[in-house]
């Protein structure tokens, strides 16, 4: 079983939609959480962190974590074409050298 | 300019070459990294770098080495390349803190044949 598990969809909405991705993990010694956004051809790029449990919101996306049943979520409002890409989850016990444990990821696809 | 320049982005090569794939930023990070990504798997790390001098092997670190020639500058090496390591290469930087956040370059696709 792996550490961080995420459905690699691809998910496809319409272009309004609300969109949830999810992962799952492991390793109750994770404190750390972060989505990351990876377009074609491009290198990830970080856009949600967030520390222990509760919700963080910046603009149309909220990320949310629940510790006592290993589970994250990534919700995007009114979705935009723009928004398609694949999301990696992230997340790390916040240790010295703080190393990520990224989930596989996540291809999400916005019509018009 | 991108903060994080890796060279090739792409590279065909042969079963049992010799592969360097190099990595510059400009970020002023002491902290690097190479990851490899396949699809469904995510990023696995490979190697990483505190500084100049350290060194660390990450989870996937057979089959390849590193070379940390300035805290600019971090280069991965396939010594005999082979198939399965056709794959999506990624450097990344970070700052010192613990918790900060990882700048990729845009990667390099490698193939083996």
């Known amino acids: 079983q792996k550490e961080v598990e995420q459905d690699p969809g691809p998910l496809s909405v319409p272009e309004g939609a609300i969109v949830s991705l999810n992962c799952t993990y492991s390793?109750?010694?994770?404190?750390?959480f972060m989505w990351y956004r990876q377009y074609s051809r491009k290198g990830p790029e970080l856009l949600m962190y967030?520390?222990?449990?509760g919700n963080k919101e910046d603009g149309r996306f909220t990320a949310q974590v629940d510790k006592s049943s290993k589970y994250i979520s990534l919700f995007i409002r009114d979705s935009q074409p723009s928004d398609s890409a694949t999301y990696l989850c992230?997340?790390?016990?916040?240790?010295?050298?703080?190393?990520?444990?990224f989930g596989g990821g996540t291809r999400l696809m916005v019509k018009p | 300019d991108a903060d994080v320049t890796q060279t090739p982005r792409n590279r065909i090569t042969k079963t049992g070459k010799r592969i360097m794939l190099e990595c510059s930023q400009t970020?002023?990070?002491?902290?690097m990294y190479w990851y490899r990504q396949d699809p469904g798997l995510g990023l696995r790390l490979i190697y990483y770098?505190?500084?100049?001098?350290?060194?660390n092997k990450g989870e996937i670190s057979d089959g390849y080495s590193v070379s940390r020639q300035a805290q600019a500058k971090f280069s991965l090496s396939l010594e005999s390349a082979i198939p399965n390591q056709t794959a999506l290469y990624f450097c990344?930087?970070?700052?010192?803190?613990?918790?900060?956040?990882?700048?990729f370059g845009e990667g390099s696709r490698l193939t083996v044949l």
């Open positions: 967030t520390y222990s449990s």
């Open positions: 992230a997340m790390s016990d916040g240790n010295a050298g703080n190393m990520l444990t």
């Open positions: 970020k002023g990070h002491d902290r």
């Open positions: 770098s505190f500084d100049v001098k350290d060194i």
């Open positions: 390793n109750s010694a994770f404190q750390y």
């Open positions: 990344a930087t970070k700052d010192r803190r613990n918790t900060g956040e990882l700048f």
